[in-house]
């Protein structure tokens, strides 16, 4: 059964700084891997979706990379800013047999940046 | 815009009362999902449709039920609702081939009384 995981649960960090989050997966027979941003009381939304063949895909400040061999993806973001303070969810899922590609979700990390 | 949209955002129930969530999708998308999302619990899978005309229960099916009304929607149904349904619950979609990753709606927010 693949899981999840994502450490820490919770970073405070100075403005400006450069981070990573971290996420691995007890399956390395994913499909694809989906990096999600929520603020507070509201929905999901698409940062990066990394596919099976991809290793890395970049937007903007943001930079995800993706090692099936070890079960890791990492999000960096590069010189952060107050306005980057939410929660980070990373979900895989698995090869498309049956075609359901059912989505497994990390417990997230929220992150605050102080300015 | 292009997505998936929820109706109602906001919503409460007296315990045993019934209601269903609305989602409607405008990317031709072939499979459609439900998940909750708990404090502490992540989201979990509560159903999901594959394809127009299939659906299937995923992690936490127990007290709800689905249709997949056509290839747009997909609507999640309590019959008797129950406090331990209270929770944002939030509709997504994706591709054939998932080439284009999820898309989730912006959620509903129950509270069962």
């Known amino acids: 059964k693949q899981e999840v995981t994502q450490i820490p649960a919770a970073l405070s960090v100075p403005e400006g700084e450069n981070l990573v989050l971290n996420c691995s997966f007890t399956?390395?027979?994913?499909?694809?891997l989906q990096w999600f941003r929520q603020d507070p009381g509201k929905g999901l939304t698409s940062l990066l979706l990394?596919?099976?063949?991809?290793r890395e895909q970049t937007s903007g400040r943001l930079n995800a990379s993706l090692d099936k061999s070890s079960g890791r993806s990492t999000l960096y973001i590069a010189a952060s800013q107050p306005g980057d303070s939410a929660t980070y969810l990373c979900?895989?899922?698995?090869?498309?047999?049956?075609?359901?590609?059912?989505?497994?979700f990390g417990q997230g990390t929220t992150l605050q940046v102080k300015p | 815009n292009a997505g998936v949209t929820q109706t109602p955002k906001f919503q409460v129930l007296k315990t045993g009362q019934s209601m269903t969530l609305q989602c409607a999708q405008d990317m031709n998308h072939n499979s459609m999902y439900w998940y909750r999302q708990d404090p502490g619990m992540g989201l979990r899978l509560i159903y999901y449709s594959a394809s127009e005309g299939t659906t299937d229960k995923g992690e936490v099916p127990n007290g709800y039920n689905v249709s997949r009304l056509n290839k747009r929607e997909f609507s999640l149904r309590l019959e008797s609702a129950a406090p331990s349904q209270t929770s944002v619950y939030f509709c997504a979609s994706r591709d054939k081939q998932g080439r284009h990753g999820y898309t989730f709606g912006s959620g509903t927010r129950l509270t069962v009384v």
């Open positions: 979900a895989a899922y698995p090869p498309l047999s049956g075609n359901t590609g059912k989505l497994i």
């Open positions: 990394i596919q099976s063949s991809q």
């Open positions: 399956d390395s027979a994913i499909y694809n």
